[in-house]
């Protein structure tokens, strides 16, 4: 237990669905990540949110849109997704120090969202 | 660009013995480094970390070296236990172009044998 909770663990959608992934973090940190992982590729920073501001987005495509509702939440919406988006999604959560700087570096993942588009 | 590498994605290692986890890094801006360790159906969980001003950190069964001159982290697991067995992610951390970064490595699958 990691004190992050993402939900669901596994989802199987269409082209066409909609979905949205869900995380939760229950340890008073104020920045939160989406990670993708694919098979034999490092971890790939999709997005961030810094005191429930978004402070980075790694060329991610519209089709992937975050929401931070406030420090404790993340959403990631998928619609209209293609099959090379099948992949473990990561939530990641850290303390960040005043002023926006990350501290160390070191952060909490949750389980992951597996994902398959069919 | 792959900014932190790890070049061997599989190692098997005899229970008790040694297991070395290699990294090699190319941005000498990173100041901060961490491994993370991932079992199957499961979130990385963070395992050791390592400052750029120092050059070896410890913790159990657990050592970090770190060469700042050949841009080269190992992480030693000594002895090595089969509860070991999981995919090793090296991370460097540090400002970039005005921001900071973490950046991951590939990973390495860890197989401890009985």
């Known amino acids: 237990e990691t004190g992050v909770t993402q939900t669901p663990r596994h989802l199987v959608m269409g082209m066409t669905n909609k979905k949205s992934l869900k995380c939760e973090q229950h340890?008073?940190?104020?920045?939160m990540y989406w990670y993708k992982q694919s098979a034999k590729k490092p971890l790939e920073l999709m997005f961030v949110?810094?005191?429930?501001?978004?402070?980075e987005n790694n060329s991610v495509p519209s089709r992937f849109s975050p929401e931070c509702p406030n420090s404790s939440h993340l959403f990631l919406h998928l619609h209209t997704l293609q099959p090379e988006d099948s992949a473990l999604y990561l939530c990641?959560?850290?303390?960040?120090?005043?002023?926006?700087?990350?501290?160390?570096?070191?952060?909490?993942f949750g389980e992951g969202s597996r994902l398959t588009v069919l | 660009d792959q900014q932190v590498k790890q070049n061997s994605p599989s190692l098997s290692v005899q229970e008790g013995r040694i297991s070395i986890l290699n990294c090699d890094y190319t941005?000498?801006?990173?100041?901060?480094f961490l491994w993370y360790k991932k079992y199957p159906a499961e979130g990385p969980t963070f395992l050791i970390s390592?400052?750029?001003?120092?050059d070896k950190n410890e913790d159990g069964r657990f050592t970090v070296f770190l060469n700042k001159s050949a841009k080269h982290l190992s992480l030693h697991i000594v002895p090595s236990q089969p509860g070991d067995s999981a995919v090793y992610f090296c991370?460097?951390?540090?400002?970039?172009?005005?921001?900071?970064?973490?950046?991951f490595g590939q990973g390495t699958r860890l197989t401890i044998n009985p």
């Open positions: 340890l008073g940190h104020n920045a």
């Open positions: 390592i400052s750029s001003i120092k």
């Open positions: 990641a959560s850290s303390r960040v120090r005043t002023g926006g700087t990350l501290n160390t570096g070191e952060l909490f």
């Open positions: 941005n000498s801006m990173f100041d901060y």
């Open positions: 949110y810094n005191f429930k501001e978004q402070t």
């Open positions: 991370a460097a951390s540090g400002i970039i172009q005005g921001a900071q970064k973490l950046v």
